[in-house]
């Protein structure tokens, strides 16, 4: 067969263009502890820990450029949360500088219609401090919230450490005290909150009975609510998961496996800001960071537990793939690099993980993409 340069060229390009298939183009700037959510097959990102007000838009059917959106109007703010439902996206809460300290969880919901570019302010607000620390997923026309910073604990620890005017004695009086609590004397939100948007109504969907939690990656799949890991204190991490069937009158709960021992440890301390998705049937999760050894320190009683012996804030990289039928996890590879508090989505039988940050605390812009089809993990 007779080859031209043209059928050369052609063939060359369709082999480049499979080459890249499935991947998407970097964010315009790094996003970490931001909020995004997918909104049928357009996926939307921003806020978060870099301090930006912006959103930004990706169609994954024709995925060629990130589109920067209406300028978000409730001003920067950290560790928002965000959802998708019935065509829009639904932004809550976050950490804000305000007038009366820094570090103020904000109490508040805005909404974005795609169809005209613009925001508007709910007037609504969580019944519970819902919108920081909290993780949420939507299922048909609720969104669901696990977890949650405690409002007043929260806030009033920095209005205090503001008190003390820049004194350093001062501010170790305030801070030892906090992470001596117990966790259970965080006050982290134990209960199950949804909302729905159409009504503008905030329901108890029941208590999670595994102790409150910020931090979790969670999931909704067929009226089952996936919870992963989380923490319980400052510092102090879960490895614990369970799944919920959700019902008429709320949510009931089964314990699942602990996530295992990543690669080169002999514990699982559990994971805050995991990044997790259904692929091919099939949930994963990766990422997140921890403080290695602070679990065994809290079970020796020790409250301090990630500050005692300078334990180091570490990120992680290995992907667990959950077993359906024994209810137990399993690392089934690993990214290039270590990840933790980004976006995560599931499209198209892969989970997109969209930012976050990386050792160091340093912000991300990569788009990567898991799939798992119950035995080869592939990440692009």
């Not at 050369?8 to 790094?30: H, I, K, M, S, W």
């Not at 809460?93 to 709910?122: H, S």
């Not at 170790?172 to 609590?181: G, Q, S, T, V």
């Not at 295992?260 to 514990?267: I, M, Q, R, S």
């Amino acid at each position: 067969m007779k080859f031209t340069k043209t059928a050369l060229f052609a063939a060359l390009a369709a082999t480049a263009f499979a080459a890249q298939a499935g991947q998407y183009p970097d964010l315009p700037e790094g996003i970490k502890a931001g909020a995004g959510a997918l909104v049928g097959d357009t996926v939307y990102v921003g806020l978060g820990g870099t301090g930006t007000t912006k959103f930004y838009s990706l169609n994954l059917k024709d995925p060629k450029e990130w589109k920067e959106i209406a300028e978000f109007p409730g001003g920067k703010r950290n560790q928002p949360v965000a959802a998708g439902v019935n065509g829009k996206l639904y932004v809550f809460g976050g950490f804000q500088d305000t007038d009366v300290a820094k570090n103020q969880i904000i109490n508040d919901a805005y909404e974005y219609n795609p169809a005209d570019n613009t925001w508007m302010k709910l007037p609504t607000r969580s019944p519970r401090s819902t919108s920081v620390g909290a993780s949420v997923a939507a299922d048909g026309s609720k969104i669901y919230f696990v977890g949650g910073v405690n409002h007043e604990i929260w806030n009033g620890l920095f209005q205090d450490v503001k008190a003390a005017g820049g004194d350093k004695e001062k501010e170790k009086a305030i801070f030892d005290p906090y992470f001596n609590l117990r966790a259970q004397d965080f006050f982290f939100s134990p209960e199950i909150i949804s909302y729905e948007p159409a009504n503008n109504v905030w329901r108890n969907e029941g208590y999670f009975p595994y102790s409150g939690r910020a931090g979790a990656a969670v999931a909704i799949k067929e009226g089952k609510l996936l919870v992963v890991n989380g923490e319980v204190k400052a510092g102090l991490r879960s490895p614990g998961s369970a799944i919920g069937t959700i019902g008429k009158d709320g949510v009931t709960w089964k314990k699942l496996g602990d996530l295992p021992a990543p690669k080169g440890y002999d514990k699982q301390d559990g994971i805050a800001g995991g990044m997790g998705g259904y692929t091919h049937g099939h949930y994963i999760v990766t990422g997140g960071a921890n403080f290695p050894g602070a679990l065994a320190n809290y079970e020796k009683g020790i409250m301090d537990a990630h500050r005692t012996g300078g334990l180091k804030k570490t990120y992680h990289k290995d992907v667990y793939a959950l077993d359906a039928k024994s209810g137990n996890w399993k690392i089934v590879g690993e990214l290039p690099a270590n990840i933790g508090y980004g976006l995560a989505v599931s499209y198209n039988n892969k989970v997109l993980l969209i930012g976050g940050e990386t050792d160091g605390g340093k912000p991300l812009t990569s788009v990567q993409t898991m799939s798992f089809d119950g035995k080869k993990l592939t990440v692009e």
